[in-house]
């Protein structure tokens, strides 16, 4: 693992910021193709490995780890074309999620896409009717499981009550439905994913060991051989703050013996998936400070020009632990969050959710300062609160070599359509 590196200097994102306004997302290419590059290190020869676009379905990053050897895995028509406008064959794309809709799958399959991962029998019948419609076509599903084993993982997904995959018991108890498959849909093998930002490397080979063992059982019961062991995960990046990144390099090398024992699974390809590690650090968001002002009980406020809408939405929410941002100025001095000092960074937006770091240290601020968020490229624009308040989306660049090569800005807004729904 190499030890952690900005994704851009301050003085780079200075020059962004003037040549294109704020807010912006900057992406940094050899930063995503340094942490692909990690992983295929740190994991099993031979293994292969899937790029969840949900992470951030920005275009050039998923051409980027296309072309560095990723294949997609896709939730959604959105992240589907995105997929399809890189060079990967989509036979080779995992299509996966818990609500896959009717129209979704049709046209899934008829651009073809040849992978599922099935999440329940109610997506195991959708897809064999529509599969029914193209004889010729081979799919092939993998069995999504929620096994009954918890670890202690970061935001559990898996182990524990969710709205993912087979419970075990269901599966074996509806065994016969796997029998029932039409000709051109198989069942090739499991998946498993226990959750995401796993924070150890022993955390992530207990998740994966007891992928391995739920696999095994479920072939066991089910007198199956598998012959793809989707093992999903989890692989942790910091988010919004700097800090070093977990050594996971021993991880194959911690995996050997227990894929060397394997019985049903022992000939499958082993796949591993990965947004948070594979984006993360090559994200930052530049934003300007528009106010500076002081509030009740010495506690004073420095408005951006971002918040909520574009960065952390989903901790605005409340629906995760709201993570303190490492906000840097441009004069590279460090937020520090102790609590001497009460200064809150807070986005424009007309709710008092709208908070990006509470209790930061920052001096020698003024109006018109840029501050920078570091490692942001995972769960940043497209998991944020983007409609709220209708301000447009930030610019989103895309450098490599010190050279921009993509702007892109995200659509808002409504587009009114016809009162049939046509
Ligand atoms: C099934 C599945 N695969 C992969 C991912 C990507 O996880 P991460 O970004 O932690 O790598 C997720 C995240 O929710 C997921 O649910």
Redesign the pocket.
Known sequence: MNPYKPAFTNAQLQDFAMEYGTPIYAYNLNSLEDRIAELRRALPSGAQI?H?L??NPLPALIEASVNAGCRP?I?SIGELNVALDTDANPALFLY??PGKSEAEIQYAIANGVRQF?IESWVDLARLCSIAQRYPDFRIRCLL?VNPKVHINP??A?SGSITQ?GFEEEHLIAGKEKLIELPNNVSVTGF?I?Y????PTEDALVASFTEGIACAERLCELLSFKASVLDL?????WAYAKEEEPINFDAIGARLESILAARNRTRDAELWF??????TASCGVLVTKVLDIKPAKDDHSFIVMDSGINHLGGMSGLGRVVRPYMAVKCSDNQLDTFVDKTKRIIVGPLCSPLDRLATNSVIDNVDIGDLLHIPNVG??GLTASLIGFLSHPAPSEIVVRDNHVKAVYRLNTGHIKTNISGA
């Open positions: 899937y969840s949900k992470s895995e939730c996966s999620g991962s999504r970061g935001l997904m993912f998946h994913y959750g995401t930002q796993i999903g995960g989890g692989f942790p998936e990965s947004g948070r590690y594979i995972a769960y």
